[in-house]
Antibody, heavy 120, light 107 residues
């Protein structure tokens, strides 16, 4: 059974940093691209970042470019999102999602999400 | 970036009604469109991919159609458990982008 479990969400002050983790199991992690998608309270879904299976390609939304860094550790079956220079507008539930086999998009497997709150 | 315009933003329908949601892309995305269902406090659930392909395990009352820039999502007979917010999402080009969502309620 495919499982994705996010962790690391917390309350952080504006300008602070946080590192989110996503633990994957039930599939060959090293063969799939992975994504982060976020959802601000009461708002819609916003794609944040993706990373290819071997970490060769990394993509970011303009809203986080230069502040967030996506990475992965394939032997540890883990995905990460390093978030720096956090702003109030980064407050959201952050989901990790596995990509389709054939196309780089979030697909049918998502974690339960972890809440990041940026507030003084 | 490709903009996804989803409508309506909300709708109210009776159990058994046919419900339709539309999504329009700002550029041709061929068939690369997902439809998700999201219930409060839960992660999105993939229902339809490649515009019209039903995800495994999803009831057949859900369907999708369209290609290019215009897409439709249909629930053929609305059930109480279908109360949720539905999102379209294009994946032709990164950044993948989502529609604004349609909140479906029971009348």
């Amino acid at each position: 059974e495919v499982q994705l479990v996010e962790s690391g969400g917390d309350l952080v002050k504006p300008g602070g940093s946080l590192r989110l983790s996503c633990a994957a199991s039930g599939f060959t992690f090293s063969t799939y691209s992975m994504h982060w998608v976020r959802q601000a309270p009461g708002k819609g879904l916003e794609w944040v970042s993706s990373i290819s299976a071997s970490s060769t390609y990394k993509y970011y939304a303009d809203s986080v470019k230069g502040r967030f860094t996506i990475s992965r550790d394939n032997p540890k079956n883990s995905l990460y999102l390093q978030m720096n220079s956090l702003r109030a507008e980064d407050t959201a539930v952050y989901y990790c999602a596995r990509a389709f086999e054939y196309r780089n998009s979030p697909g049918g497997y998502w974690g339960q999400g972890t809440l990041v709150t940026v507030s003084s | 970036d490709i903009q996804m315009t989803q409508s309506p933003s909300s709708l109210s329908a009776s159990v058994g009604d046919r419900v339709t949601i539309t999504c329009q892309a700002s550029h041709d995305i061929t068939k690369y469109l997902n439809w998700y269902q999201q219930k409060p406090g839960k992660a999105p659930k993939l229902l339809i991919y490649d515009a019209s392909r039903l995800e495994t395990g999803v009831p057949s009352r859900f369907s999708g159609s369209g290609s290019g820039t215009d897409f439709t999502f249909t629930v053929s007979s609305l059930q109480p458990e279908d109360i949720a917010t539905y999102y379209c999402q294009q994946y032709d080009i990164l950044p993948c982008t989502f529609g604004q969502g349609t909140k479906v309620e029971i009348k």
